[in-house]
């Protein structure tokens, strides 16, 4: 060594007691001095690393381009990490990588900007609590994002809404431009195209042309990769990573960076999602592991929401069972119905009206109301529904028809709490000047008679309701609708709707409704009623009951 590089390396007494670690390199990269801090913070004693090349404190994957890169900074003082703290990753003594804040500089004689003899100083600032924190601040925005793709998806109406909603959501708040979801098809096997979605200055007609007509199995592209490996899967370079097979669309819409991760529900794929990015970017591990979870709480909810989806539909179908598709044309009467199920979270209801051609030329008409709410409740009113429909067509009246749903619910009837039905039954016979309806009541409400001048009565005997006793008899009363007249029925979820202050609509409500409105239609009538009911209801805490309303009018 030079003895002028000897006493430009006589070491303070200062940067003995810096706690930051300062290495000086002489033009050959070696080290030529290094303070006591180089043990705390990479473990090596001062005395074995005098003298070593630089590339000592280097992990390995940094080495290759060191020789070239340091003997041009040596030279002229220019180099990309020159005037300003980069993170970089320094070699631990026990071959582990530790993060350090570095800064170099370069020291020459005054005036010679190329003096060969120009020492290197470095300064490494431990930077692993910096990086944790930065870590912990990563991965809490990254959790945040996650829970408000959650909470967006929320308002998804059904599991396919709910995989749009995804798209968007997760790009919008993790930054990415385009995104793709992939849902496997059980009859094939594949995975097939299911949507895109692009930030509103990105555009990828190429990914989606590719898109629409291909599948995926397992192991196969980005998507089947990721479903074999059941894990988030990143690919830096779209261009040219063979892994990605739409490299070209890739690059032909100017997208360069992607990741897919498993939307799972337990082990039942549900989809892939992939993310485009048009910058190379790096991705940490953070992410993926975030992702990783993430895919299984939204699999879970998108599970959830298929199986309440799945559940709404039989309910549909099950009410539809309940409910004649559309009101028939009576010959002389004109019909219209309301219905609604009640209760917090119900799809179906206990309440069912029915409409049915007779062979003679007669109609029945039902309506009833099971005792309780829900499916069972819906269960009890189909059987009494189709027990009625079967006693009609033998020609029965309106009393005999209730007499067989009668027997059907006492021979149903399980051990548990007594469950019971209302029900009214009219028997239609149109004529010239009007129709007779021959009426029969078990337990129901009463039906309102409207005449052509407004004035309302209450009709019929209200009996004993269905299900309670095998010997109950049910009485039958002709009545008389001339032109003009409406007979009104209804479940006792109009009369005994409640307000705020727990007060209910009452029948003296319905009859109030009903004098009151103009010459109108069946459809006038029933349209009526239901919003009164609910002015009525408006605000009120109290839980609501199945709702049925018929309007039959001469």
Known sequence: MRPESSAALAAPAL????????????????????????????GHRVEDLTGRSLTVLMPQRLRRGHGAGFSRFRATGAGKLVGTTTRVPALHADGHEVP?????????????????????????????????LERQFQVSRYLAAIQRVTAALTEAPDADAAFRQLLSTICTELDWDAAMIWRPDESTDRLHYAGVWAAPEVTVPSLHAQARGSAW?????LPGITWQERTPVVIEDLWTDARFVRGGS???????TGLA??????????????????????????????????????????????????????????????????????????????????????????????????????WMVLIADVCGKGAEAAAMAALARHTARAAATALSGPADVLQAVNSALVREAGPGPLRFVTACCLVLRPHEGGVTARLSIAGHPRPVLRSP????????????????????????????MPAGTTLVL?????????????????????IRVLAGIPAGSAEDIVQAVQ??????????????????????QC
């Not at 170099?104 to 300064?123: H, K, Q, W």
């Not at 010997?471 to 009363?477: D, K, L, S």
């Open 100 to 132: 350090i804040d570095l800064t170099l500089s370069r020291l020459a004689a005054e005036g010679d900007v190329c003096d060969d003899s120009a020492l290197v100083v470095a300064v490494l600032r431990d930077a692993s609590t910096t990086v944790l």
């Open 261 to 362: 991760f498993p939307v799972l529900h337990g082990d039942i794929l549900l989809g892939v999602c992939e993310l485009f990015s048009r910058q190379a970017r790096p991705v940490p591990p953070d992410l993926l592991d975030v992702l990783a979870t993430a895919g299984r709480q939204i699999g879970q909810f998108l599970s959830r929401l298929r199986a309440e989806s799945q559940v709404r539909s039989l309910a549909e179908t099950l009410q539809r069972s309940l409910l004649p598709p559309s009101l028939p044309t009576v010959p002389g009467v004109e019909l219209a119905a309301r219905y609604r199920a009640g209760g917090e979270g119900l799809l179906v209801g206990g309440d069912t009206y029915d409409v049915l051609p007779l062979p003679d030329g007669r």
């Open 490 to 510: 209804y479940t006792d979820g109009v009369t005994e709707a409640r307000d705020g202050a727990g007060v209910q609509f009452d029948e003296s409500g319905l």
């Open 217 to 221: 199995g397992r192991g196969e592209g």
């Open 15 to 42: 940067l003995e007691a810096l706690p930051d670690t300062v290495v000086v390199a002489d033009r050959d990269g070696r080290i030529a001095y290094v303070n006591p801090a180089v043990q705390t913070l990479l």
């Open 250 to 256: 890739a690059r032909a819409d100017g997208i360069r």
């Open 453 to 480: 001048a407004g004035e309302c009565t209450e009709v019929g005997d209200p009996g004993r309701p269905l299900g309670v006793a095998a010997e109950t008899v049910y009485q039958e009363i002709d009545v008389e």
């Open 531 to 552: 919003t009164a009911v609910d002015r009525h209801r408006q605000g009120s805490p109290h839980e609501r009951d199945d709702l049925a309303v018929l309007a039959l």
